[in-house]
């Protein structure tokens, strides 16, 4: 078979190159992407499930020394993040990255071609993520035979696990329950979603879908196309001159088997996945809604507000030294700034999905008598 070579005429190549203009300055480009919806409705797991995963996620005793819970990073009156630039993490270490928000965390599994956290590397399915949350050293430094022991030994625990599951404590029971908590936390009923927006938030879903291309990335129910991208954010140099932090990122980069562990000054994103150099400082697109609450945004919190997140975008993104940034400047007026805004904060609820934390009596001392004799 003869290949016949496509010849262009001048005239098709003007025309396209029209076409391609009006694209980006026009409000069209919202049919060519997967349109934004309300989210789809998932089953309620079962109140008593739920229940118990609610007590472990606010039980420090899931943690190696018994000093954090899982809300201390993801604080329900944070918007389930911590409102921290970078989050700590196991005590003697702190964390290179923003403590994300659990809100509609469930969804990455439909909505993504990657895993969890703020590159994608984590688990394959929320259950995943959850173990991983707890084995972490730099995390919950959990060892799940010690989590089984210490259920075993609080008469709640051992009642919760014999009425949801039957039979003993385990850790995989335990992260069933923790799982069951987390598909409780949804925000599906935000201005957007009950379509109750202001005139101004509907303006800014235009401009979102259209001059300012949000869309391109930003797109389906869940306000993401699942998928990383270079977005220039600038490094958090918190992360290279604070020791701590340093050692806690070199640390993950050796546990991932990243090429040249040492060298890096610079969250290599995606690239600990695919190892792939093209990807190195890309992050997946995150979703959008509850936004209103989570602040400071990004993988390393550098954008302390909206706003400073909508003139990040409409200066072009951040430079990023070395790799191609994919955004452009925008040319947004004051107004259009002002309703992008506005759409954005559509995305979130009116009242913030809160929760009262927890107490848990920690009647089980992680340091039994015969060790402190010992020493
Ligand atoms: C010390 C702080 C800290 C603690 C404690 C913590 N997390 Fe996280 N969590 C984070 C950070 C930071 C990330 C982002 C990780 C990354 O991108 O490298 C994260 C990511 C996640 C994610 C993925 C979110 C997403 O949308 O990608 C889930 C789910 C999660 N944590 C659940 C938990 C659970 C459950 C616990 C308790 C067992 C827990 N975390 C304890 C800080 C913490
Ligand atoms: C090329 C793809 C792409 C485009 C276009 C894009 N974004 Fe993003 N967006 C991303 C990625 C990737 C991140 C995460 C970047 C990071 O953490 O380094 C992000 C992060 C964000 C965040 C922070 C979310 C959080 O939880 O911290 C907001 C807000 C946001 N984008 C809004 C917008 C708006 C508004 C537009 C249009 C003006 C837009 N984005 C256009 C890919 C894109």
New binding site residues.
């Given amino acids: 078979m003869v290949i016949k070579p496509r010849v262009f005429s001048l005239a098709q190549i003007c025309l396209t190159a029209l076409l391609g203009l009006s694209f980006t300055s026009q409000s069209i480009l919202a049919g060519e992407y997967p349109a934004l919806a309300p989210l789809p409705a998932k089953k309620t797991p079962a109140a008593s499930k739920v229940e118990m995963g609610k007590r472990?996620?606010f039980d420090a005793r899931?943690?190696g020394d018994g000093a954090?819970?899982?809300a201390?990073?993801?604080d329900p009156n944070m918007g389930f993040g911590?409102g921290r630039v970078l989050?700590?993490?196991?005590p003697g270490t702190d964390?290179?990255?923003?403590?994300?928000?659990?809100i509609n965390?469930q969804y990455?599994a439909d909505f993504t071609d990657t895993?969890?956290?703020?590159?994608?590397?984590?688990g394959s399915s929320?259950n995943d993520?959850?173990r991983d949350?707890?084995t972490e050293t730099?995390?919950?430094n959990?060892d799940m035979r010690i989590m089984h022991e210490r259920a075993k030994q609080d008469p709640v625990y051992v009642e919760m696990c014999e009425a949801n599951f039957g039979g003993e404590c385990s850790s995989g029971k335990m992260r069933k329950a923790?799982v069951a908590f987390?598909e409780t936390l949804v925000s599906n009923k935000t201005p957007f979603d009950s379509g109750t927006m202001s005139r101004a938030a509907k303006s800014g879903q235009k401009l979102f879908e259209g001059k300012a291309g949000c869309i391109q990335c930003h797109n389906g129910p869940y306000l993401s196309d699942g998928k990383p991208h270079n977005t220039g954010v600038p490094e958090n140099l918190d992360i290279f001159k604070d020791p701590v932090r340093h050692l806690t990122y070199r640390s993950?980069l050796h546990t991932y088997g990243v090429p040249n562990m040492a060298a890096w000054r610079r969250d290599v994103g995606y690239f600990m996945v695919s190892r792939d150099y093209k990807d190195v400082g890309k992050f997946v697109t995150?979703t959008l809604r509850e936004l209103k609450y989570t602040a400071p945004y990004m993988?390393n919190g550098t954008l302390a507000s909206l706003e400073e997140v909508i003139d990040y975008y409409n200066e072009g993104g951040g430079h990023d030294d070395v790799m191609p940034n994919e955004l452009a400047p925008l040319g947004l007026s004051q107004r259009d700034k002002k309703n992008l805004l506005a759409f954005l904060e559509a995305l979130s609820a009116d009242v913030p999905l809160a929760m009262e934390k927890m107490e848990i009596p920690q009647d089980y001392d992680p340091t039994p008598d015969w060790l402190e004799t010992k020493n």
């Fill in positions: 472990l996620f899931i943690s954090i819970s899982c201390t990073c993801h911590d989050s700590e993490a196991y964390y290179f990255r923003n403590s994300p928000s659990l965390t990455k895993g969890w956290g703020w590159e994608g590397r984590l929320l993520v959850v949350q707890l730099t995390i919950m959990m923790l987390i993950v995150p993988h």
